[in-house]
T-cell receptor
Framework: KQEVTQIPAALSVPEGENLVLNCSFTDSAIYNLQWFRQDPGKGLTSLLLIQSSQREQTSGRLNASLDKSSGRSTLYIAASQPGDSATYLCAVRRGSSNTGKLIFGQGTTLQVKP | DADVTQTPRNRITKTGKRIMLECSQTKGHDRMYWYRQDPGLGLRLIYYSFDVKDINKGEISDGYSVSRQAQAKFSLSLESAIPNQTALYFC??????????????FGPGTRLLVL
């Protein structure tokens, strides 16, 4: 059974700091991995999607990496800003591909202090 | 206007009551999903539908039922609500399964409290 774990559960950093959020999964047979951002009252927004054949994806100040063999992904946020404060969720799609079902981690709640 | 809308946004109900949560989307996607989120447990899949005639159970379907009234509408029902169904409920949609096109788009959520 696929399990997804995110550490730490919460993180507080001063503005401008670079930071890394971690996601691990137990079954390396994944189709892809997504990072989402969750803001209170606004649902989830997809940030980056990495296919199983890819090693990383970048969007602006965000960079997500994927190491399938070790069952790990990281989300790197450069030069953090107070507007980055949110909960970040990673989710993996199972290797069977066609189902579209996602398995989510518990999330990391990030606070960036001005 | 939001692509995925959920109604109501907040709901308080009593144990034993039947309630329905509704989801509508304007993205033209075939696939729709219902998740619940509990503190410390992440999101878990309740039901999913690949088209109007295809509905499937997710990880935690007991105590829930769904109806896909049209391509754009997917409703979640709690036939007899119980307190441990208190949670934040999300609807999501996606199109094709492959590649970036399979990204799921989420509604804003419905916060449900069962007393």
């Amino acid at each position: 059974k696929q399990e997804v774990t995110q550490i730490p559960a919460a993180l507080s950093v001063p503005e401008g700091e670079n930071l890394v959020l971690n996601c691990s999964f137990t079954d390396s047979a994944i189709y892809n991995l997504q990072w989402f951002r969750q803001d209170p009252g606004k649902g989830l927004t997809s940030l980056l999607l990495i296919q199983s054949s890819q090693r990383e994806q970048t969007s602006g100040r965000l960079n997500a990496s994927l190491d399938k063999s070790s069952g790990r992904s990281t989300l790197y946020i450069a030069a953090s800003q107070p507007g980055d404060s949110a909960t970040y969720l990673c989710a993996v799609r199972r290797g069977s591909s066609n189902t579209g079902k996602l398995i989510f981690g518990q999330g990391t709640t990030l606070q960036v202090k001005p | 206007d939001a692509d995925v809308t959920q109604t109501p946004r907040n709901r308080i109900t009593k144990t034993g009551k039947r309630i329905m949560l509704e989801c509508s989307q304007t993205k033209g996607h075939d696939r729709m999903y219902w998740y619940r989120q509990d503190p410390g447990l992440g999101l878990r899949l309740i039901y999913y539908s690949f088209d109007v005639k295809d509905i499937n159970k997710g990880e935690i379907s007991d105590g829930y039922s769904v109806s896909r009234q049209a391509q754009a509408k997917f409703s979640l029902s709690l036939e007899s609500a119980i307190p441990n169904q208190t949670a934040l409920y999300f609807c999501a949609t996606s199109d094709a399964a492959g590649g970036a096109l399979g990204t799921q788009y989420f509604g804003p959520g419905t916060r449900l409290l069962v007393l």
